[in-house]
């Protein structure tokens, strides 16, 4: 991974930090279209870690997501003429939503450009909660593509351009999570685990917690694959990624906002990185054991907690979980990331002698009692000796495969093993 450009703070011609009277004046606008969602304690969390967790429930949300606050606090502080005139926003997910319910809610037009690839599912909810006050434009193959037509937009038709995170407005929006929590909460909180995308909603939240309960530990937690505000924060810098993993769709971006940079600097506490197969792994134990739905930015603050387990023993500690808006088709993809993570489902390459019985021996010698073949691709080549075979293997135990490629071996079979050659392995599975 390799960073594209560097920027620096001159994106802004100004600083900027939120005020608490401003945002107190967000939660007031907010009171009139949203209910104060839950933090409850999780029992299963807080056995495991010997802590007392709770879960600010952003996933309850009308529209699924903490966006909502942010989209909604921008739109209202507009003016008449504004309003008049519209919005245009770029978004492939949640901000697109929440702009979509907060024109419908306020009446006025709104156009929402979404990339091409955009899942029919996601354009189906935007359009349910625009109704007939937005017009979804499909554009391009990117959220770049779509980005560049809002702003073109902006500039023929004078519309306003409602920034998904890098604007005042916004941040004291997603700043009220931070409000509502002190508000509920009746212990000391000494840590919040928090997701960050472009860093509207860790740097409003820090930033009112860093006003009212300055010793309470601010952890901002990023996808592995796109580590964009912690790379920025090492630099010292804005430092936009050339390539970025995708797949934890509300928390990846390229380029964190300046804005949001320039706050996170003064209220993160300490950055953690997830690999996208623990995220997997948490959003199915969610489910599983407290029947909770998030989507793969929702899961992300509770799965860095794994990192941070000695540190935590013994204190309160808040989770964010950002939203719900998960795509049910991404479940077999869920299932197999998470199941790769944690070293329970293995690819190979086996060369096969051609002759009969050769699979029957495979199954019967190499696999153990609790081995599952799982995927299998053969073609038989009759002009050699040797067959080559695409296998999948799923195991009970981690610890299991050290003996499965130890009888492989014994019993004479070639084998390449895919899981270590992700570009082989992601053409193939």
């Not at 860093?199 to 930033?207: A, E, K, R, Y």
Request: aromatic share 8%; proline share 4%.
């Amino acid at each position: 991974m390799k960073p594209r450009s560097k920027t620096t703070k001159a994106d802004n011609a100004q600083s900027y930090y939120p005020k608490v009277e401003d945002i107190i004046a967000a939660k007031q606008t907010l009171n009139k279209i949203l209910e104060t969602t839950p933090l409850n304690r999780n029992l299963n969390l807080s056995n495991k870690y010997n802590a007392n967790i709770m879960l600010k429930r952003e996933d309850l949300q009308n529209v699924r997501s903490y966006k909502i606050r942010g989209a909604y606090n921008k739109i209202k502080s507009l003016s008449e003429a504004e309003l008049n005139v519209g919005i245009v926003c770029a978004s492939a997910g949640n901000h697109a939503q929440g702009v979509a319910y907060s024109c419908q809610t306020l009446g006025i037009d709104g156009i929402i450009y979404m990339p091409s690839t955009t899942p029919k599912q996601k354009v189906n909810q935007v359009k349910m909660f625009g109704q007939d006050n937005v017009q979804v434009v499909l554009i391009g193959d990117t959220y770049d593509d779509a980005y560049d037509a809002a702003m073109e937009d902006c500039q023929q038709r004078g519309r306003t351009f409602i920034h998904p995170f890098d604007d005042p407005k916004i941040i004291e929006g997603q700043a009220t999570v931070g409000l509502e929590i002190l508000e509920q909460s009746k212990e000391k909180i000494d840590y919040i685990f928090a997701p960050i995308g472009g860093g509207g909603l860790i740097s409003g939240l820090g930033s009112y917690f860093k006003n009212m309960s300055p010793d309470t530990k601010i952890i901002g937690v990023e996808p592995e694959g796109a580590p964009a505000m912690d790379w920025s924060l090492r630099a010292g810098e804005v430092i936009e990624l050339e390539e970025i993993d995708k797949f934890v769709d509300g928390a990846s971006v390229q380029k964190v906002g300046s804005y949001t940079f320039d706050i996170c600097q003064k209220v993160i506490d300490k950055m953690l990185l997830v690999p996208e197969g623990k995220v997997c792994t948490k959003i199915l134990e969610l489910y599983n054991f407290d029947a909770i739905v998030v989507e793969p930015a929702g899961a992300l603050s509770i799965a860095a907690l794994d990192l941070y387990a000695d540190e935590i023993k013994g204190k309160n500690v808040v989770c964010i979980l950002s939203g719900s808006n998960n795509d049910i088709t991404r479940t077999e993809e869920i299932k197999e990331r998470s199941l790769l993570y944690e070293g329970l489902k293995h690819y190979f390459i086996v060369r096969f002698p051609q002759r009969a019985g050769a699979l029957r021996d495979f199954v019967d010698q190499v696999l153990g009692p609790g081995d599952d073949i799982t995927h299998f691709e053969y073609r038989k080549k009759t002009s050699r000796e040797k067959g080559p075979a695409l296998i999948g293997v799923e195991l009970q135990k981690k610890e299991d495969f050290d003996g499965l490629i130890e009888r492989m071996e014994a019993n004479g079979f070639v084998v390449e093993y895919l899981n270590e050659r992700p570009d082989l392995f992601q053409y193939l599975i």
